[in-house]
């Protein structure tokens, strides 16, 4: 509202004010000067407020309320009060006035005898005093910011910021349920809240308002669910059978307004919590006039409950009394002679009223599905239920249609007496002729005067909003809205969209809206509230005849109204005793269109006291006033305010004397006042303002919108005249078929958008002409997107339905419809061709929108003239006015290609078309001139070749083949010495070469094609410029493309999306077959390579198998996960699509408890190698040899029950020699024929060392058939029992041919065929590809961890790996081998993965079984060489096993191990020995420490169990008498603590029950043996426990001492025993087993040796 004003207009050239009063010719306008441009005028009857620029108000005319009163002051009064507030708008009632500041503070002064001023106590307000709207709502209330004033005689009206209305003052104008006025403090109008409220305006006593239809963004505000009055639910739910009714014709008794001589029964309060359709039918009941005896209620008290149903079906149960009693008799129930009309009289004035309006021929189910709707069907209903019912039938009948049929309909009529108690109470009292005759004129002319609008559009637009709301209809039983729907599906392609917005998301807020709905309320005399009565109503009420007329301003005089729609029509209603209404019904009380010449488009209007004011658009685009109303006489001035409210005879003789219009009369002034923005009336006054042209500026904007309006009224004649009653003609799809109707719906929803579009922008220029007047407000420069691309999609849509011929078919129905003489169509179309066909005129006239683009561009063109080159607005302009113009160029040679493609078609072999035409299919070249042919064809074939937008069509006599453009290559072919200019193209599944006529056409042909596959290629892109020599003249070879293959062969039907390659499948991309096999994944050179997904439904199982894997030439190939969709897991190597390599395959339902596992090796999809296959339903575990899916070969079985079997197996069973052993030694070594079964020679030796030998026969554990020898060996041959104790481990798998597969891997990814054959640098340069592909999988997944990524850049540093090894290099190896066994990225790091999961499946579970621990250790050690076999590889100068590294003599700084203790490993030695065990223990046996261990525990039970025995006895002993009883020389015992330090000389006794206190560091040492893992650390610690030990003595005997083992022994013992350390016998045997063989004989060995010692002294130790 406030206008910033640009540095060229002058205060002397912007706002300014000419008054008269009148509309005669001698009529001349007064300039009234002021300090600044006004903006805006409001008029009372006598006085009037000027807002000026700046903010400050003036009033002018009669003002009683000031202390000094002056008759009429002669120049403007400013209103000193409101200086300091920046003031936005004011407004002006009959004696008072408001004002409204930039806060949305509002003020008020003047007469406030009814309150209207909104402060209590004062009957008048001298000066303007703030007024508060306080929301009580709110905890704490709030004081709510106000957009707009509105004020009346008596009322006044706020429309707050959150669009809702506020109302103080007296009478039922306010629509508040109030009993008591005058009404002090401003409240909330309930009856509005939660709907989106636009605009109020106020008569003397009656008030408007703009409402916005519920759309989609309405549905988050808070719904009203009780009515604030009587607390009772509005909205109420009645089951039916199958579906739900829902009604929200809530009525509450308190919102009636009694007064002595009348009881007036107001509508229904449709409070607006859940009311989401803005067509909802609302019935108004009309009651009895003062003299009428008191209404009766056709209900029957016994029929209560249906009475409810009734109610909530909408229908009120009202009857309205006949005319006076002595015309024509009381109304007597009961009475045979009643004067209710029987059935068949009903169904004749159904019948009457159906006629009389033919538009509603349409309405769901016939007219007898106007009564659910009609509610309470009285005789004078009908008035407005004929200009509802439009919307009315559409939404109560969805819910009833189906539960009520005609004939039950027919009951609730009531026909005679008996039924006069029908349940919807569809009373009706007939009065006499003459009535009865006016009535139903009245409605026709309701029904005439409601424009030229489809009602069937509204419905399905009431309709679609209806259905589309959540939660509301979720009950209705589908059934029954598709019968709901059926009859609106013609019309609803025309009513743009269920919202209130166009499609385009952004234009949501910006652009205004124009689905509106206009409610009054208030005294209803004059009809001006439009319902088509003349009775008053309480609260707010929609016009229902004005729903879809695009309502974008309402205005009140003083007891007429007016609605200005964007089509820039009026209408009006209300009190038309002067002509004020600009048409001749007297008085109207439905709203009709005030008449004007054709062309005449209004944009702004006022209404004062008798007269309307309104500015238009004529010819041409200054604007033009028009007056309608009462003349005024100079002596008329004079009329004494008493006798405002003359009786209507005087008002009728005044008529007589013609001083009153009989239409809107154009004021001949208008022309010299300039470019007005703004007219306002008021009391008798009328106002206009004005601005000079300045620069032009003004005169341009003014152009653009009446451009714009102009045009929002040419595409709404083309809606309305031509394509409704197209699209209306029964046989139209018939006649157009199924495409062309599809295209053509297409199109005309397309056309509607822009058309709403349109209409919007329109209403936005408008409000910005009529306020601020700049540029920042045009929407079409900020959002010139949402235009471009309307323009763009509505053109497509006509260029395709062209393609296809749309036109010529249209062409009939039009002649039928249009009749021979396209008169109509002429000169809509603006068609300037001599004698046009009718198919052209459609042409033309669907391209006409695309005009109007041009328009655009020059107006803004125009608009930039105006402005500096440097401003920024120029340049906002300048690129908004190119961007239309070169949408202009597109468009046009859019429309070019697409009548070049028309004519195509019409001349190619009709055969073909019908196949090859499509909508978006353009033409580019084709060859019918011979000018391209094929190479090689035969003399009399004919190869004709068509290049359309999309595909390269090669027709032949009969066939055609077609080739997508984005899957085709062109390559010139060069022309050496052949001659021939040849184009060489290439697709996925053919290749064939193309023979031009001449360089030209060759070069002509290749950049057509080059072009078009550029286009298709880029087609989501924009079109690229015209076709010049700047764009690119190739196409890319690689690009992103579907094709479906349709040759013979493995592809055949199958579609792939994805990256091509010059005709090939390549890089990313997806292969769908149509049996439902999906490959997603890598391509190279048209077969999947790589990494890729692939899925093949499973017909029996009804599953997907799925592989995720490596891929080689179209097969799995490398690692891979494929889950059988049986349930079987298999996670391994593939080769040639099949198992093969080193695999683990799980099978069973859950991966989890898969009844069984195999891990091993796998040679073309079979068992075959070693592998340990885990059945963990049998509880068996099977490690050995296999053969073709069979155990085959030498192998280890044992079981949960502690059975271990070694021996050969042949055709999946035992048999052949091998050992058995159960879990108590009993041993049987022979012959075994199946698993379990014993079946020949063998020795069966016991526990005790006693033995059978024999033959033996059956089945272990089950009674065993034996023939033969029992011996017992003599207690004194003890040596020679050992004869008889049985060597395990000679028939089982060596550890060396374990795991070959996964070395064998390991290998080949390095780049050899066979272990150590190959070139170091290709290994190295494998790994360094194989870390960048990782590194890749990385960065496109972000679930790797960091540290993940910074293993991987710390690993593309290679160590130097050439020369000779030093200290430094050999640190610089074992750091770079720890990194890249961490990463399974790395091959190291994944062959490591590897051997640790097949250990684990080894000796974890059944596997952990004490026998299999020598075969465990040898696993280890067999890992260790065969992985430093490939560490070698890598770092050839790498010494062997046991070779010398020489120790730089300067730094005697030894390597540290990860996780160990800082203290080097061993002491410094003139040389380092290299062993697999130094640098890959600490790698490889921190991850298969707790199966191994777990081993040794078993193996150890025994002897651990002894020794842990004797350490909890001795550990009992207190310090002292543990010393003495191991034997420690006194001189070693701590006296003294080092805790407390004595003073010197004292000798501090220890007492002898401590515990724990001696070498108490030592012992803590000592016991983190458990907490490492490899035998080097764990000497290590017993190294440190020694140092500890050694530092205590010395600190005791004050000296160096050096130790014998006499003396260390027993201490050493003493600390062993305090440690505690449970599994000792573990720790030793695994350290004894895995020790580096070169520490043996050192240090470490030594001091290992005592521990050793010490852990049998335990066990043996006899306690005394």
């Given at each position: 509202?406030?206008?910033?004003?640009?540095?060229?207009?002058?205060?002397?050239?912007?706002?300014?004010?000419?008054?008269?009063?009148?509309?005669?010719?001698?009529?001349?306008?007064?300039?009234?000067?002021?300090?600044?441009?006004?903006?805006?005028?409001?008029?009372?009857?006598?006085?009037?407020?000027?807002?000026?620029?700046?903010?400050?108000?003036?009033?002018?005319?009669?003002?009683?309320?000031?202390?000094?009163h002056v008759p009429e002051p002669a120049k403007p009064t400013l209103e000193s009060a409101l200086s300091g507030q920046l003031v936005v708008a004011v407004a002006a009632g009959s004696f008072h006035s408001g004002a409204m500041t930039e806060d949305g503070g509002v003020h008020m002064w003047g007469d406030n005898a009814a309150g209207q001023c909104g402060l209590s106590g004062l009957s008048t307000v001298p000066n303007p005093t703030p007024v508060a709207l306080v929301d009580t709502d709110t905890t704490p209330p709030q004081i709510v910011p106000v957009l707009e004033l509105a004020c009346g005689e008596q009322h006044t009206l706020a429309l707050s910021a959150q669009r809702e209305v506020w109302a103080w003052g007296s009478g039922c104008q306010l629509g508040l349920?109030?009993?008591?006025?005058?009404?002090?403090?401003?409240?909330?109008?309930?009856?509005?809240?939660?709907?989106?409220?636009?605009?109020?305006?106020?008569?003397?006593?009656?008030?408007?308002?703009?409402?916005?239809?519920?759309?989609?963004?309405?549905?988050?505000?808070?719904?009203?669910?009780?009515?604030?009055?009587?607390?009772?639910?509005?909205?109420?739910?009645?089951?039916?059978?199958?579906?739900?009714?829902?009604?929200?014709?809530?009525?509450?008794?308190?919102?009636?307004?009694?007064?002595?001589?009348?009881?007036?029964?107001?509508?229904?309060?449709?409070?607006?919590?859940?009311?989401?359709?803005?067509?909802?039918?609302?019935?108004?009941?009309?009651?009895?006039?003062?003299?009428?005896?008191?209404?009766?209620?056709?209900?029957?008290?016994?029929?209560?409950?249906?009475?409810?149903?009734?109610?909530?079906?909408?229908?009120?149960?009202?009857?309205?009394?006949?005319?006076?009693?002595?015309?024509?008799?009381?109304?007597?129930?009961?009475?045979?002679?009643?004067?209710?009309?029987?059935?068949?009289?009903?169904?004749?004035?159904?019948?009457?009223?159906?006629?009389?309006?033919?538009?509603?021929?349409?309405?769901?189910?016939?007219?007898?599905?106007?009564?659910?709707?009609?509610?309470?069907?009285?005789?004078?209903?009908?008035?407005?239920?004929?200009?509802?019912?439009?919307?009315?039938?559409?939404?109560?009948?969805?819910?009833?249609?189906?539960?009520?049929?005609?004939?039950?309909?027919?009951?609730?009529?009531?026909?005679?007496?008996?039924?006069?108690?029908?349940?919807?109470?569809?009373?009706?009292?007939?009065?006499?002729?003459?009535?009865?005759?006016?009535?139903?004129?009245?409605?026709?002319?309701?029904?005439?005067?409601?424009?030229?609008?489809?009602?069937?559009?509204?419905?399905?637009?009431?309709?679609?909003?209806?259905?589309?709301?959540?939660?509301?209809?979720?009950?209705?039983?589908?059934?029954?809205?598709?019968?709901?729907?059926?009859?609106?599906?013609?019309?609803?392609?025309?009513?743009?969209?269920?919202?209130?917005?166009?499609?385009?998301?952004?234009?949501?807020?910006?652009?205004?809206?124009?689905?509106?709905?206009?409610?009054?309320?208030?005294?209803?005399?004059?009809?001006?509230?439009?319902?088509?009565?003349?009775?008053?109503?309480?609260?707010?009420?929609?016009?229902?005849?004005?729903?879809?007329?695009?309502?974008?301003?309402?205005?009140?005089?003083?007891?007429?109204?007016?609605?200005?729609?964007?089509?820039?029509?009026?209408?009006?209603?209300?009190?038309?005793?002067?002509?004020?209404?600009?048409?001749?019904?007297?008085?109207?009380?439905?709203?009709?269109?005030?008449?004007?010449?054709?062309?005449?488009?209004?944009?702004?209007?006022?209404?004062?006291?008798?007269?309307?004011?309104?500015?238009?658009?004529?010819?041409?685009?200054?604007?033009?006033?028009?007056?309608?109303?009462?003349?005024?006489?100079?002596?008329?001035?004079?009329?004494?305010?008493?006798?405002?409210?003359?009786?209507?005879?005087?008002?009728?003789?005044?008529?007589?004397?013609?001083?009153?219009?009989?239409?809107?009369?154009?004021?001949?002034?208008?022309?010299?006042?300039?470019?007005?923005?703004?007219?306002?009336?008021?009391?008798?006054?009328?106002?206009?303002?004005?601005?000079?042209?300045?620069?032009?500026?003004?005169?341009?904007?003014?152009?653009?919108?009446?451009?714009?309006?102009?045009?929002?009224?040419?595409?709404?004649?083309?809606?309305?005249?031509?394509?409704?009653?197209?699209?209306?003609?029964?046989?139209?799809?018939?006649?157009?078929?199924?495409?062309?109707?599809?295209?053509?719906?297409?199109?005309?929803?397309?056309?509607?958008?822009?058309?709403?579009?349109?209409?919007?922008?329109?209403?936005?220029?408008?409000?910005?002409?009529?306020?601020?007047?700049?540029?920042?407000?045009?929407?079409?420069?900020?959002?010139?997107?949402?235009?471009?691309?309307?323009?763009?999609?509505?053109?497509?849509?006509?260029?395709?339905?062209?393609?296809?011929?749309?036109?010529?078919?249209?062409?009939?129905?039009?002649?039928?419809?249009?009749?021979?003489?396209?008169?109509?169509?002429?000169?809509?179309?603006?068609?300037?061709?001599?004698?046009?066909?009718?198919?052209?005129?459609?042409?033309?006239?669907?391209?006409?929108?695309?005009?109007?683009?041009?328009?655009?561009?020059?107006?803004?063109?125009?608009?930039?003239?105006?402005?500096?080159?440097?401003?920024?607005?120029?340049?906002?302009?300048?690129?908004?006015?190119?961007?239309?113009?070169?949408?202009?160029?597109?468009?046009?040679?859019?429309?070019?290609?697409?009548?070049?493609?028309?004519?195509?078609?019409?001349?190619?072999?009709?055969?073909?078309?019908?196949?090859?035409?499509?909508?978006?299919?353009?033409?580019?070249?084709?060859?019918?001139?011979?000018?391209?042919?094929?190479?090689?064809?035969?003399?009399?074939?004919?190869?004709?070749?068509?290049?359309?937008?999309?595909?390269?069509?090669?027709?032949?006599?009969?066939?055609?083949?077609?080739?997508?453009?984005?899957?085709?290559?062109?390559?010139?072919?060069?022309?050496?010495?052949?001659?021939?200019?040849?184009?060489?193209?290439?697709?996925?599944?053919?290749?064939?070469?193309?023979?031009?006529?001449?360089?030209?056409?060759?070069?002509?042909?290749?950049?057509?094609?080059?072009?078009?596959?550029?286009?298709?290629?880029?087609?989501?892109?924009?079109?690229?410029?015209?076709?010049?020599?700047?764009?690119?003249?190739?196409?890319?070879?690689?690009?992103?493309?579907?094709?479906?293959?349709?040759?013979?062969?493995?592809?055949?039907?199958?579609?792939?999306?994805?990256?091509?390659?010059?005709?090939?499948?390549?890089?990313?991309?997806?292969?769908?077959?149509?049996?439902?096999?999906?490959?997603?994944?890598?391509?190279?050179?048209?077969?999947?390579?790589?990494?890729?997904?692939?899925?093949?439904?499973?017909?029996?199982?009804?599953?997907?198998?799925?592989?995720?894997?490596?891929?080689?030439?179209?097969?799995?190939?490398?690692?891979?996960?494929?889950?059988?969709?049986?349930?079987?897991?298999?996670?391994?190597?593939?080769?040639?699509?099949?198992?093969?390599?080193?695999?683990?395959?799980?099978?069973?339902?859950?991966?989890?408890?898969?009844?069984?596992?195999?891990?091993?090796?796998?040679?073309?999809?079979?068992?075959?190698?070693?592998?340990?296959?885990?059945?963990?339903?049998?509880?068996?575990?099977?490690?050995?040899?296999?053969?073709?899916?069979?155990?085959?070969?030498?192998?280890?079985?044992?079981?949960?029950?502690?059975?271990?079997?070694?021996?050969?197996?042949?055709?999946?069973?035992?048999?052949?020699?091998?050992?058995?052993?159960?879990?108590?030694?009993?041993?049987?070594?022979?012959?075994?024929?199946?698993?379990?079964?014993?079946?020949?020679?063998?020795?069966?030796?016991?526990?005790?060392?006693?033995?059978?030998?024999?033959?033996?026969?059956?089945?272990?554990?089950?009674?065993?058939?034996?023939?033969?020898?029992?011996?017992?060996?003599?207690?004194?041959?003890?040596?020679?029992?050992?004869?008889?104790?049985?060597?395990?481990?000679?028939?089982?798998?060596?550890?060396?041919?374990?795991?070959?597969?996964?070395?064998?891997?390991?290998?080949?990814?390095?780049?050899?065929?066979?272990?150590?054959?190959?070139?170091?640098?290709?290994?190295?340069?494998?790994?360094?590809?194989?870390?960048?592909?990782?590194?890749?999988?990385?960065?496109?997944?972000?679930?790797?961890?960091?540290?993940?990524?910074?293993?991987?850049?710390?690993?593309?540093?290679?160590?130097?790996?050439?020369?000779?090894?030093?200290?430094?290099?050999?640190?610089?190896?074992?750091?770079?081998?720890?990194?890249?066994?961490?990463?399974?990225?790395?091959?190291?790091?994944?062959?490591?993965?590897?051997?640790?999961?097949?250990?684990?499946?080894?000796?974890?579970?059944?596997?952990?079984?004490?026998?299999?621990?020598?075969?465990?250790?040898?696993?280890?050690?067999?890992?260790?060489?065969?992985?430093?076999?490939?560490?070698?590889?890598?770092?050839?100068?790498?010494?062997?096993?046991?070779?010398?590294?020489?120790?730089?003599?300067?730094?005697?700084?030894?390597?540290?191990?990860?996780?160990?203790?800082?203290?080097?490993?061993?002491?410094?030695?003139?040389?380092?020995?290299?062993?697999?065990?130094?640098?890959?223990?600490?790698?490889?046996?921190?991850?298969?420490?707790?199966?191994?261990?777990?081993?040794?525990?078993?193996?150890?039970?025994?002897?651990?169990?002894?020794?842990?025995?004797?350490?909890?006895?001795?550990?009992?002993?207190?310090?002292?008498?543990?010393?003495?009883?191991?034997?420690?020389?006194?001189?070693?015992?701590?006296?003294?603590?080092?805790?407390?330090?004595?003073?010197?000389?004292?000798?501090?006794?220890?007492?002898?029950?401590?515990?724990?206190?001696?070498?108490?560091?030592?012992?803590?040492?000592?016991?983190?043996?458990?907490?490492?893992?490899?035998?080097?650390?764990?000497?290590?610690?017993?190294?440190?426990?020694?140092?500890?030990?050694?530092?205590?003595?010395?600190?005791?005997?004050?000296?160096?001492?050096?130790?014998?083992?006499?003396?260390?022994?027993?201490?050493?013992?003493?600390?062993?025993?305090?440690?505690?350390?449970?599994?000792?016998?573990?720790?030793?045997?695994?350290?004894?087993?895995?020790?580096?063989?070169?520490?043996?004989?050192?240090?470490?060995?030594?001091?290992?040796?005592?521990?050793?010692?010490?852990?049998?002294?335990?066990?043996?130790?006899?306690?005394?």
């Amino acid at each position: 509202m406030e206008r910033k004003s640009s540095g060229d207009d002058g205060a002397g050239e912007r706002g300014l004010l000419h008054t008269w009063k009148g509309y005669s010719y001698s009529v001349t306008p007064e300039r009234l000067l002021l300090r600044g441009p006004v903006l805006q005028v409001a008029l009372g009857t006598w006085h009037g407020v000027l807002l000026v620029e700046g903010g400050q108000v003036y009033s002018f005319g009669e003002l009683p309320w000031k202390q000094s009163h002056v008759p009429e002051p002669a120049k403007p009064t400013l209103e000193s009060a409101l200086s300091g507030q920046l003031v936005v708008a004011v407004a002006a009632g009959s004696f008072h006035s408001g004002a409204m500041t930039e806060d949305g503070g509002v003020h008020m002064w003047g007469d406030n005898a009814a309150g209207q001023c909104g402060l209590s106590g004062l009957s008048t307000v001298p000066n303007p005093t703030p007024v508060a709207l306080v929301d009580t709502d709110t905890t704490p209330p709030q004081i709510v910011p106000v957009l707009e004033l509105a004020c009346g005689e008596q009322h006044t009206l706020a429309l707050s910021a959150q669009r809702e209305v506020w109302a103080w003052g007296s009478g039922c104008q306010l629509g508040l349920n109030v009993a008591v006025f005058p009404v002090w403090k401003p409240q909330k109008v309930e009856h509005l809240a939660g709907r989106y409220v636009l605009q109020v305006a106020c008569g003397a006593s009656h008030s408007l308002a703009l409402v916005r239809c519920l759309g989609p963004q309405d549905i988050h505000r808070p719904p009203v669910d009780k009515c604030r009055q009587c607390n009772q639910l509005l909205f109420t739910m009645t089951d039916k059978e199958d579906h739900v009714i829902i009604s929200d014709a809530h009525y509450c008794p308190l919102s009636m307004e009694l007064t002595e001589d009348e009881v007036r029964l107001q509508a229904p309060a449709l409070t607006q919590g859940l009311k989401m359709s803005p067509s909802e039918p609302v019935l108004p009941s009309h009651t009895s006039t003062s003299n009428s005896p008191p209404p009766t209620r056709g209900v029957d008290p016994t029929q209560d409950s249906e009475k409810k149903s009734a109610l909530a079906n909408g229908a009120l149960t009202v009857a309205d009394s006949g005319p006076p009693a002595q015309s024509g008799g009381g109304v007597v129930l009961g009475v045979k002679s009643s004067p209710y009309p029987d059935e068949q009289a009903v169904k004749d004035y159904l019948k009457k009223l159906s006629e009389a309006e033919q538009m509603d021929k349409a309405t769901a189910g016939g007219t007898h599905t106007l009564l659910p709707s009609a509610g309470a069907l009285t005789s004078s209903t009908l008035n407005s239920l004929v200009a509802s019912c439009a919307s009315a039938v559409g939404e109560r009948v969805a819910s009833t249609y189906e539960a009520l049929s005609l004939k039950k309909m027919m009951n609730y009529l009531p026909s005679g007496v008996a039924k006069a108690g029908g349940p919807a109470g569809l009373t009706s009292v007939v009065g006499d002729n003459t009535t009865e005759r006016v009535r139903l004129e009245d409605s026709m002319q309701a029904k005439k005067s409601s424009s030229t609008g489809d009602i069937r559009g509204e419905e399905a637009e009431g309709l679609r909003r209806h259905l589309s709301l959540p939660g509301l209809l979720s009950q209705v039983s589908p059934r029954l809205l598709r019968k709901a729907c059926r009859p609106w599906m013609r019309a609803v392609a025309l009513t743009p969209l269920g919202g209130p917005v166009p499609e385009v998301p952004e234009a949501q807020e910006v652009f205004p809206t124009l689905q509106t709905e206009v409610w009054s309320w208030g005294h209803g005399e004059h009809g001006q509230l439009g319902h088509g009565d003349s009775l008053a109503r309480v609260q707010p009420l929609c016009i229902k005849s004005l729903n879809s007329k695009e309502v974008v301003r309402v205005a009140a005089g003083a007891h007429h109204s007016l609605a200005l729609t964007a089509q820039s029509q009026v209408f009006s209603w209300g009190s038309n005793s002067f002509g004020q209404l600009g048409h001749m019904e007297s008085p109207s009380t439905v709203p009709r269109l005030a008449k004007l010449s054709e062309g005449i488009r209004v944009w702004d209007m006022s209404a004062g006291e008798r007269h309307t004011l309104l500015l238009a658009d004529g010819d041409c685009f200054r604007p033009i006033i028009y007056y309608s109303g009462q003349q005024v006489k100079e002596e008329a001035e004079e009329i004494p305010a008493k006798e405002l409210g003359q009786q209507e005879e005087e008002e009728e003789e005044e008529q007589q004397a013609g001083s009153y219009t009989q239409q809107p009369v154009l004021l001949p002034f208008c022309m010299d006042l300039g470019y007005v923005s703004n007219v306002f009336a008021g009391g008798q006054r009328c106002v206009a303002l004005s601005d000079m042209n300045v620069m032009g500026f003004i005169a341009s904007l003014h152009e653009l919108a009446s451009a714009e309006r102009k045009f929002y009224c040419k595409m709404c004649n083309i809606k309305t005249q031509i394509i409704r009653p197209l699209l209306e003609m029964e046989a139209l799809s018939s006649a157009l078929g199924q495409t062309a109707t599809g295209l053509l719906h297409t199109l005309i929803g397309r056309f509607s958008l822009l058309c709403h579009l349109t209409g919007q922008h329109a209403a936005s220029l408008t409000a910005n002409l009529r306020r601020v007047r700049d540029i920042n407000s045009l929407l079409i420069l900020d959002n010139a997107s949402i235009f471009l691309d309307s323009y763009t999609e509505y053109c497509s849509a006509v260029g395709n339905f062209q393609v296809m011929g749309g036109f010529q078919t249209l062409t009939k129905p039009s002649l039928d419809f249009f009749g021979k003489n396209p008169e109509l169509l002429m000169k809509l179309s603006e068609c300037s061709e001599e004698n046009p066909t009718t198919a052209d005129l459609l042409v033309a006239l669907f391209y006409l929108p695309t005009r109007h683009l041009h328009e655009y561009g020059r107006l803004l063109l125009k608009l930039v003239t105006c402005f500096e080159v440097c401003s920024n607005d120029y340049q906002r302009l300048q690129d908004s006015c190119s961007k239309f113009e070169a949408l202009v160029l597109q468009l046009k040679r859019k429309r070019k290609d697409a009548d070049y493609t028309f004519h195509f078609w019409k001349s190619f072999p009709g055969k073909m078309t019908d196949s090859l035409r499509k909508p978006q299919r353009r033409l580019i070249c084709e060859s019918s001139n011979k000018a391209l042919t094929l190479q090689n064809a035969g003399r009399f074939s004919v190869n004709w070749f068509i290049v359309f937008n999309d595909a390269l069509v090669h027709a032949q006599f009969s066939t055609h083949h077609v080739f997508p453009l984005a899957t085709l290559w062109v390559e010139p072919i060069p022309e050496e010495n052949t001659g021939l200019h040849g184009l060489k193209m290439i697709t996925p599944e053919e290749t064939f070469t193309l023979l031009a006529s001449s360089p030209m056409e060759k070069t002509k042909w290749l950049r057509s094609i080059n072009q078009a596959v550029d286009q298709a290629l880029s087609a989501a892109a924009q079109d690229s410029a015209s076709v010049g020599s700047g764009q690119k003249l190739e196409p890319p070879v690689s690009r992103t493309a579907s094709y479906t293959f349709y040759k013979d062969g493995r592809l055949k039907q199958a579609k792939y999306e994805g990256c091509w390659l010059a005709g090939k499948p390549n890089g990313r991309g997806v292969l769908k077959w149509p049996d439902g096999r999906i490959y997603t994944g890598a391509f190279k050179n048209g077969l999947e390579d790589g990494f890729g997904e692939f899925l093949a439904p499973n017909k029996t199982l009804n599953k997907n198998d799925q592989y995720l894997g490596h891929w080689k030439d179209g097969k799995m190939h490398g690692l891979g996960t494929y889950r059988y969709a049986s349930g079987e897991v298999y996670d391994g190597s593939f080769q040639d699509s099949m198992r093969h390599g080193h695999g683990m395959l799980r099978s069973g339902k859950l991966n989890t408890s898969s009844p069984s596992v195999f891990i091993g090796q796998w040679l073309q999809d079979k068992k075959t190698g070693y592998g340990v296959f885990d059945d963990i339903t049998k509880g068996e575990k099977y490690m050995g040899m296999w053969q073709d899916d069979l155990r085959q070969g030498t192998a280890v079985v044992v079981t949960q029950f502690g059975l271990y079997y070694e021996g050969a197996f042949k055709d999946n069973k035992m048999m052949g020699t091998g050992i058995l052993l159960s879990e108590d030694d009993t041993t049987y070594e022979g012959e075994f024929s199946d698993d379990w079964t014993l079946n020949g020679k063998g020795t069966l030796t016991m526990v005790n060392s006693d033995y059978l030998e024999g033959s033996f026969n059956g089945e272990w554990g089950s009674g065993l058939k034996v023939t033969g020898s029992y011996f017992k060996p003599h207690l004194f041959d003890a040596d020679k029992d050992k004869t008889h104790a049985v060597k395990l481990g000679r028939l089982c798998v060596c550890a060396e041919d374990k795991w070959q597969a996964v070395f064998e891997e390991c290998w080949s990814q390095l780049g050899c065929e066979e272990a150590g054959r190959g070139e170091n640098w290709k290994a190295w340069e494998n790994i360094a590809v194989a870390l960048a592909t990782s590194r890749q999988h990385i960065q496109d997944s972000p679930e790797m961890s960091r540290s993940h990524s910074r293993t991987l850049e710390s690993l593309e540093v290679i160590p130097q790996h050439e020369g000779p090894i030093t200290m430094e290099r050999y640190h610089s190896i074992r750091l770079y081998l720890l990194k890249a066994c961490d990463t399974p990225l790395h091959l190291l790091g994944r062959l490591l993965e590897t051997l640790v999961a097949v250990y684990r499946m080894t000796y974890v579970g059944v596997g952990a079984n004490r026998r299999l621990l020598p075969q465990a250790v040898n696993e280890i050690k067999s890992y260790l060489n065969r992985i430093f076999q490939i560490v070698r590889f890598l770092f050839p100068d790498l010494p062997e096993e046991g070779g010398l590294i020489p120790e730089p003599t300067t730094s005697l700084q030894d390597k540290k191990e990860p996780g160990s203790t800082d203290a080097p490993l061993e002491s410094p030695k003139p040389g380092r020995v290299v062993s697999s065990s130094a640098l890959l223990l600490p790698v490889l046996l921190p991850r298969l420490y707790p199966p191994l261990f777990t081993l040794y525990a078993l193996d150890k039970e025994r002897e651990d169990d002894v020794y842990w025995d004797c350490v909890l006895r001795l550990n009992k002993q207190p310090d002292l008498a543990l010393l003495a009883f191991l034997g420690v020389q006194q001189k070693f015992w701590p006296v003294s603590f080092p805790i407390s330090m004595p003073a010197l000389g004292e000798k501090q006794q220890v007492l002898s029950s401590t515990k724990d206190a001696c070498f108490a560091s030592a012992v803590e040492t000592l016991q983190q043996i458990s907490t490492t893992f490899t035998p080097s650390d764990k000497l290590q610690v017993i190294q440190l426990t020694f140092e500890e030990i050694t530092q205590e003595v010395q600190s005791l005997l004050k000296q160096d001492f050096l130790w014998s083992m006499d003396d260390l022994f027993p201490v050493f013992l003493y600390v062993v025993l305090r440690a505690r350390i449970r599994n000792l016998g573990s720790e030793v045997s695994l350290i004894e087993d895995l020790m580096d063989p070169c520490v043996q004989h050192g240090e470490h060995g030594i001091m290992f040796t005592t521990l050793k010692a010490c852990y049998y002294q335990i066990q043996h130790e006899k306690i005394t």
